[in-house]
């Protein structure tokens, strides 16, 4: 039964301007995708912020770097990376030796584009002795430009780390930067004015709101979100209170949830992370800070796009070697550096 679906699912599929569609996530679907992973020897890893039906179908859910790290010692060698290309790449630049396939290569990242190689270039010709540090949101090429990734987890950890009189170039994440800055006290350090415009549309007034309409609740925030300075001076003057608010990778989210104390949590971050939440916690009511926080790129992995992957082994994710070798050396330096967990 299962094998006799496939022409009538992969009829359906169209090439839209924004991504496949036309297959619903069917449980003959899911019989499908299982049965044609198997066959390719096939891994599927999905972030957290994917469409729900792409999560339950996964083999693995999490953050982009716990991710990378289930892709480098999988046993499988091809690796299906259900996020954006950047992750992709990230899963490719720790598996040189394996094939990393994406449902959709078109699935960009705001944050990842707001800087590009030349401009990094350029900002380093004006700060010649400066260390940079790329948050994971940066392209292989950016890396490969690097000292030193970090991960939301441990990025004021890799500031700290290094010497005082030294310059930091910190891309491309502005909230992040401004973050990271505030708990480092650090003055020679460089911002990159990069954002995330989903998680930029999370803003303080919808925060300020959500805390006055829900006295109770605890608040997860992720410091990429333009509300993370919001939530910690609120936090600061007592409206809402300290021991209720969480800055964590969504990665933290997920164990934060587990030890949660409250009925109800505010989530700060893209949409998609409710799903795993509510799975980690039933007994807990997540609300979003903002509901429309919702990333296109991430959707654009759809059971259509899932599908045409598995059956035509594509879109394959290629790094130059060379370049591969130098954003590993910079995405293991993370590694080594506090406790990196999960980024995004
Ligand atoms: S939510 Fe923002 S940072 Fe994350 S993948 Fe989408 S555009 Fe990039």
């Known amino acids: 039964m299962a094998t006799s679906v496939l022409p009538t699912l992969m009829g359906s599929v169209i090439d839209g301007p924004t991504g496949y569609t036309g297959v619903e996530a069917t449980p003959e679907w899911a019989q499908e995708v299982r049965r044609l992973a198997r066959e390719r020897n096939a891994t599927i890893l999905a972030h957290n912020y994917q469409l729900p039906e792409i999560q339950d179908v996964a083999d693995h859910v999490g953050d982009s770097l716990a991710l990378s790290r289930i892709a ?63 948050y994971v949101n940066t392209t292989a090429e950016v890396k490969a430009l690097t000292d030193i990734c970090c991960t939301s987890s441990n990025a004021v ?17 502005q909230f992040l930067g401004a973050h990271v800055k505030r708990e480092t006290g650090r003055a020679n350090m460089h911002i990159w004015a990069g954002e995330c415009h989903v998680h930029a549309g999370i803003n303080g007034d919808e925060l300020t709101e959500q805390a006055r309409t829900h006295p109770d609740a605890e608040l997860f925030v992720h410091p990429e979100c333009g509300c993370a300075t919001s939530a910690l001076y609120l936090a600061g003057e007592g409206s809402f209170p300290a021991d209720r608010v969480h800055i964590l990778s969504t990665g933290g989210m997920i164990d934060a949830a587990k030890q949660a104390k409250s009925t109800q949590v505010l989530v700060a971050t893209e949409i998609g992370m409710l799903h795993q939440l509510r799975k980690a916690a039933p007994g807990i009511d997540f609300q979003a800070v903002n509901d429309r926080a919702s990333c296109p790129y991430m959707k654009m992995i759809t059971p259509a796009a899932l599908l045409r992957c598995l059956v035509e082994g594509a879109d394959e994710v290629h790094v130059d070697p060379a370049m591969a070798a130098a954003g590993r050396a910079s995405v293991q330096r993370m590694i080594e550096i506090g406790n990196p967990g999960g980024g995004e």
Request: glycine share 4%.
């Open 72 to 134: 480098a010692e999988a046993e499988e060698d091809t690796i299906v990376f259900c996020g954006v290309h950047f992750m992709a790449e990230t899963a490719k630049i720790l598996s040189p030796t394996k094939t990393v396939l994406i449902p959709d290569g078109r699935a960009g990242c705001s944050l990842a584009d707001s800087i590009t190689a030349d401009q990094l270039r350029e900002w380093k010709a004006e700060h010649p002795d400066a260390m940079v540090v790329s």
């Open 157 to 173: 950890d890799v500031v700290a780390s290094i010497d005082p009189d030294r310059e930091v170039l910190f891309l491309p994440d």
